[in-house]
């Protein structure tokens, strides 16, 4: 099986601008997780879909949203932009019928914010 | 509040050293708790896992990790490390049926030839 994808691999944006990063999970998993990685803060939750629907949120103000489609595919976007979401955004995806499977992850996309 | 705690944040070994990693956590309930590698250009990958069981578990590359629930530790050893074991190590934990994890801060292992 193909493993999960993410594009774009790279980005850079403008202060004020907004991003939408996209995730292609593994055939036959349903959900799809995003995280935040950077050097300061580590690896941080920021939201969970199953079957279209959130199903858990982290602690990220509300310019970071998502959605998820009836393929699976998943999108994040992030609004107005600040020099601190410069980061790796990293998607996930594993099986989850109700109880936690493991997760796997996609390579990432690299945002730059100037 | 869980949290995830790796105290060593940077160890060097050579070839052939043991090596143990630790990681704490602070969850209430139960939990599932992994062992997640990062090589230099890659993404992460899942080196092993307890859901429930022996506490005991193996994973790949001759990792393996004992859940001590009295301790809440789940420490990552390997007898006899190599140098393509050179990476950053991320202990993680998640609750019940949620995929919700929450990561350590890392551990960067670096082994010398």
């Known amino acids: 099986k193909a493993g999960v994808t993410q594009t774009p691999r790279y980005l850079i944006k403008t202060r004020g601008q907004q991003v939408t990063l996209s995730c292609s999970p593994i055939?036959?998993?349903?959900?799809v997780s995003w995280y935040q990685q950077t050097p300061g803060q580590g690896l941080q939750f920021l939201f969970e879909y199953f079957s279209e629907t959130q199903r858990n949120k982290g602690n990220f103000p509300g310019r970071f949203s998502g959605r998820q489609f009836s393929n699976s595919r998943s999108e994040m976007n992030v609004s107005t932009l600040e020099l601190g979401d410069s980061a790796l955004y990293l998607c996930?995806?594993?099986?989850?019928?109700?109880?936690?499977?493991?997760?796997?992850f996609g390579p990432g996309t690299r945002l730059t914010v100037t | 509040a869980q949290s995830v705690s790796q105290h060593n944040h940077h160890v060097i070994l050579s070839e052939a050293a043991s090596l143990e990693l630790g990681c704490n956590y602070s969850?209430?309930?139960?939990?599932?708790l992994f062992w997640y590698v990062q090589y230099p250009g890659q993404h992460l990958q899942l080196l092993l896992k307890?859901?429930?069981?022996?506490?005991l578990v193996k994973g790949i590359k001759g990792f393996e990790a004992e859940f001590i629930k009295s301790k809440f530790s789940f420490n990552l050893r390997k007898p006899s490390v190599q140098w393509s074991d050179t990476a950053e190590y991320f202990c993680a934990v998640n609750g019940g049926a949620t995929n919700k994890l929450i990561f350590g801060t890392g551990t960067l292992l670096a082994v010398q030839p």
């Open positions: 996930a995806s594993s099986e989850s019928g109700g109880r936690s499977y493991e997760q796997y």
């Open positions: 969850y209430g309930g139960t939990v599932n």
């Open positions: 307890y859901f429930s069981g022996d506490p």
């Open positions: 055939s036959g998993h349903r959900s």
